[in-house]
């Protein structure tokens, strides 16, 4: 995302933004699918979302190294806090404004990299399903056995603000411990909207639920009108089952700094600030390399008139992918067929899935994601034409 794009509503355009809030309020339905305001829109297509998992690879990676898994536990509780800040607040810090990203067409790509002291940590994000809007995504490290994968969707409302419900999940896998970790994802709403400055606010809880016999629950809080600070948690982890026998505590602000104490010692066991912690710069091929479904080659039209600030030829090229995709759903139906994804592919049969949500009573709603989605390594091995990364992880078929 540029810098170009501009933070918060331009006086010009506050009668627009004014209108906008109004049909908001009156829009029944999917959020998501309204038009936004040009001036509101980001170069950035949510595809590109998945990459805000492991943007500090380090911290991605630790837990694989540690021998006691109920601190193996509380290092991965540690990793998921670190990625809340690049995942909800990014944005908006850095351009003053939560931006309304485009949004992803069937099939679109977003492939990438890290290259740091923690090795190679690879990125592979598609759009695997149009309606409902679904990404799907694998993020893993060789070297150091650990791999994430996922996919989500979100339901967008309106009550007083704009409330966003993510549906779907993550489960991160180490291999050195054959254990992996269901991770649920947080509700969000948006603040700031009258003043024309939104960001997003985390609320109620998400879990993470660990193969080896631990549970770890974070909830969220924001400011209110009276007291309190924005971006802040609690976090507990447990044994399975034993709630009331907590392990570690974790609180703080996610977009600043918080703590991990070991509840028997009352130490600080980890103190990690998101905000003074450089992120490792993604690598992305340039975008006369890319195949013609990556993201940034895609939208790289689009992004260019929002840059430059002409919104209506934003909307006209916009428009051109749109219809082209509309015209493309409209061949497959008439040949009766579906579109072949490239590195996913949907499954009946999910029993690690089922298992961990079962434990803390999380709803699969694989109706509502268009089913359940999973790293197809054999297609990666064939994906066609030749990708500019080696996308096939060394282990082969993920779980």
Not at 183 to 201: D, N, R
């Amino acid at each position: 995302m540029s810098d170009k794009e501009g933070a918060a509503v331009p006086p010009q355009a506050r009668g627009s933004w004014s209108s906008f809030l109004k049909s908001i309020a009156s829009f029944n339905g999917d959020l998501s699918s309204m038009t936004a305001p040009p001036f509101i829109l980001s170069t950035k297509s949510l595809v590109e979302f998945s990459s805000y998992w492991a943007e500090h690879p380090s911290v991605f990676i630790a837990p694989a190294a540690e021998k006691d898994p109920a601190k193996r536990a509380a290092l991965v509780l540690k990793w998921f806090l670190s990625t809340l800040k690049q995942q909800y607040a990014s944005r908006s810090e850095k351009l003053g404004t939560e931006k309304k990203p485009l949004n992803p067409f069937l099939g679109e790509l977003f492939l990438g990299k890290w290259e740091d002291e923690a090795g190679t940590t690879q990125l592979v994000s598609e759009q695997v399903s149009h309606h409902p809007p679904v990404t799907a995504y694998c993020i893993w490290n060789s070297k150091a056995g650990v791999r994430l994968q996922g996919y989500n969707a979100q339901k967008a409302s309106f009550s007083r603000t704009i409330n966003v419900k993510q549906i779907g999940h993550a489960i991160l896998h180490i291999d050195e411990y054959d254990e992996d970790y269901l991770i649920t994802l947080p509700s969000l709403h948006i603040e700031g909207l009258i003043t024309g400055s939104p960001y997003v606010e985390l609320n109620r809880y998400s879990m993470i639920q660990s193969s080896s016999g631990y549970t770890a629950k974070i909830e969220y809080s924001g400011k209110g009108w009276l007291s309190g600070k924005k971006n802040t948690f609690t976090a507990s982890l447990y044994a399975e089952g034993k709630e009331k026998d907590i392990l570690y505590t974790a609180d703080g602000q996610w977009t600043d700094e918080f703590e991990i104490k070991d509840t028997k010692t009352k130490k600080v066991v980890e103190r990690y600030s998101p905000k003074a912690t450089p992120v490792t710069p993604l690598i992305v091929a340039e975008i006369e390399d890319q195949d013609e479904m990556e993201s940034r080659r895609a939208w790289k039209k689009v992004a260019d008139a929002i840059n430059g600030g002409d919104t209506d030829l934003a909307g006209q090229e916009k428009s051109i992918i749109e219809n082209s995709q509309r015209e493309l759903r409209k061949k497959e139906k008439e040949e009766n067929r579906e579109w072949e994804r490239r590195f996913f592919s949907r499954t009946d049969k999910a029993p690690l899935l089922e298992n961990l949500a079962g434990k803390i009573g999380e709803q699969i709603n694989d109706s509502l994601t268009n089913g359940i989605w999973i790293f197809d390594a054999e297609k990666a091995s064939q994906a066609k034409p030749p990708f500019h990364y080696n996308i096939t992880p060394r282990d082969g078929e993920l779980k």
